[in-house]
């Protein structure tokens, strides 16, 4: 009888540390990302989630630790993870100067996947404006409209994606995740807000904060 082998893990963190600003703000993070898995990334406000996601995505290098793509580590890994990516920050990527539907044509959709996006996201009507005239929910959904696009990306890293949106709009962006994890696609995401998304791990970067005390004789702090 043979045994089909387990798949690696799609993305790989090992023995992770992360700074901002020289502040040293977790270190010791090790998880593992599977196809058709969905992850949380928990903390309270400077935790380092979004510098987690960011040094994750490329952005920044004040790292220790492995990570992982596909058993490829970085940078080599970080190449290729790149052509699987869909990332999301907090300012969307949006920009103001163009439509709706500029924005996913110069994102490469057709003008007819782009409609079909900006209809599931309950924008059509808007896709002719400003993004600039926009509210921040609808801004926010423009951003979001790149999720409801033909042929993603397997690999999705969102930072708060639920930030300005009603509850609507939560409902519909949950169905989409759970149809991308059903596809066999991946998602890591931080959010302040509970998530009704079937097999959600998560991994609090509390557990890994570095303790901060203070020298009073200097005034230094020191990172145990």
């Known amino acids: ?15 992770l540390a992360c700074e901002r600003d020289g502040r040293r703000l977790f270190e010791g993070l090790d998880f593992s990302l599977d196809a058709g898995g969905a992850i949380q990334i928990k903390g ?20 220790n630790g492995e990570i992982l793509w596909r058993n490829s580590p970085f940078p080599k890994g970080l190449r290729a993870m790149r052509e699987s990516l869909l990332y999301i920050g907090h300012r969307g990527g949006v920009r103001g ?9 110069w994102y490469g959709a057709t003008e007819t996947s782009a409609m079909e996006a900006l209809d599931r996201v309950d924008l059509f009507g808007f896709e002719g404006a ?25 690999l999705w890293i969102l930072d708060e994606p639920l930030t300005a949106l009603d509850v609507t709009g939560v409902a519909a962006l949950e169905k989409q995740m759970a149809d991308h994890l059903a596809c066999g696609g991946s998602l890591l995401l931080t959010s302040h807000q509970p998530l009704n998304l ?17 020298n ?3 005034g230094e702090h020191v990172f145990n």
């Not at 079937?198 to 203070?214: I, K, N, R, T």
């Open 130 to 154: 400003l993004c600039s005239s926009l509210s921040a929910g609808q801004n926010r959904r423009v951003a979001l409209a790149r999720l409801f696009l033909p042929l993603s990306p397997c």
């Open 97 to 105: 100067g163009l439509t709706p539907l500029e924005n996913l044509t």
């Open 44 to 63: 309270s406000n400077g935790a380092g989630k979004t510098t987690l996601l960011r040094t994750l995505i490329g952005s920044t290098s004040d790292f």
């Open 198 to 214: 079937p097999g959600l791990d998560f991994v609090d970067l509390s557990d890994y904060a570095v303790e901060e005390s203070f």
């Open 1 to 15: 009888m043979s045994v089909t082998p387990k798949s690696p893990a799609v993305l790989q963190v090992r023995d």
């Open 216 to 218: 009073d004789m200097g």
